[in-house]
């Protein structure tokens, strides 16, 4: 158990963030034990064929398992509400030397030699590790990220609705079970962690997750603004197929493909993944999307190297309608 000592500025300064840069790290867990974590077994079954052409071996170095042990400074406090990976991946790279030393002292077990390398010579190896993060999340993450952003803001939104009806004190008793705010001391039901801290005004950040787990996790001791991530909810439903879109009308009007692609287009979603969604080739997704633009139904949005689409107004009025004609 840990026991964190609150003050009055702790709480007026309780944030909350969402870090892709988490969800990379998290995701090493899930993919190098996917049997602990029968939600996400729909995403492991479609990013596996493509990690087999990456050599991730440093990061799953630094993941290791089964221990519930992450270095700090491979996923450091985010300095924003919602950076980029980019953003996160500047951070981790200016870590100072001594404090990823210290890190990779606490890890269990040997150092492989990607280890050591990297505790010979943090500077260079930071960078290293910072394009091996960038390769493995355009492979893993990425094409799901826009997915994964709705929920875990959506997350927060309701973080912030409870915020407002009962206070960061009722906030935090509702936030996850276990975690419990008595008095001023935020008691935090870990597995291996136990002992007591205090946060002396620093405040805390409240990073929903995906891919953490069942579990909290927490980052209480090192530089930056303490951490508590943190499960969010509903994660199993990311991964769901809907066999049925919405709007029958609409399918006789535009054709079923192009109505099930609008239908899919709530959030951004790049090509892959509307391909793999809706049963389609890549190419035969690309087709419908340039027609559906074309009509000023749907626009496209760049992320870093992936271009996602979007509904326009247009296309969510159009949505809409048929949905409502339906019902």
Do not use: K
């Amino acid at each position: 158990m840990m026991l964190v000592g609150l003050e009055a500025r702790d709480l007026a300064l309780t944030r909350f963030a969402v870090s892709p840069l988490w969800e990379v790290i998290a995701s090493v867990r899930v993919i190098r034990q996917p049997h602990r974590f029968p939600e996400h077994l729909a995403w492991f079954g479609r990013v596996r064929p493509g990690l087999a052409r990456l050599d991730w071996r440093l990061l799953a170095d630094l993941v290791q398992v089964p221990t519930l042990v992450i270095p700090p400074f491979v996923c450091p406090p985010p300095a924003t509400s919602q950076p980029d990976l980019d953003v996160e991946l500047t951070t981790l790279v200016a870590t100072a030397p001594e404090a990823v030393r210290a890190s990779l002292d606490a890890l269990p077990g040997a150092r492989s030699s990607r280890l050591t390398a990297l505790y010979a010579d943090p500077v260079v190896e930071l960078t290293r590790l910072a394009e091996v993060i960038r390769a493995y999340a355009d492979a893993v993450l990425v094409p799901y990220w826009p997915r994964m952003r709705t929920l875990l803001e959506r997350e927060v939104l309701l973080g912030a609705q409870r915020i407002a009806s009962d206070g960061v004190h009722g906030l935090l008793n509702h936030l996850d079970p276990y975690v419990r705010l008595e008095a001023d001391t935020l008691r935090v039901d870990h597995i291996v962690l136990a002992g007591a801290v205090r946060l002396d005004g620093r405040g805390l950040l409240l990073v929903p997750s995906v891919f953490g787990g069942p579990r909290v996790w927490s980052n209480f001791g090192s530089p930056g603004q303490p951490v508590l991530r943190y499960p969010a909810r509903a994660v199993a439903t990311l991964w769901e197929r809907d066999p049925a879109p919405r709007g029958r009308g609409l399918a006789r009007v535009v054709g079923r493909t192009r109505a099930a692609l609008l239908h899919e287009l709530a959030v951004p979603t790049s090509t892959l993944e509307l391909a793999d969604r809706c049963g389609l080739t890549s190419g035969t997704v690309s087709q419908h999307l340039g027609a559906l633009r074309d009509a000023g139904l749907v626009g496209t949005h760049r992320v870093g190297r992936f271009v996602l689409y979007a509904r326009t107004t247009a296309g969510e009025v159009l949505v809409a309608a048929s949905s409502t004609a339906d019902a």
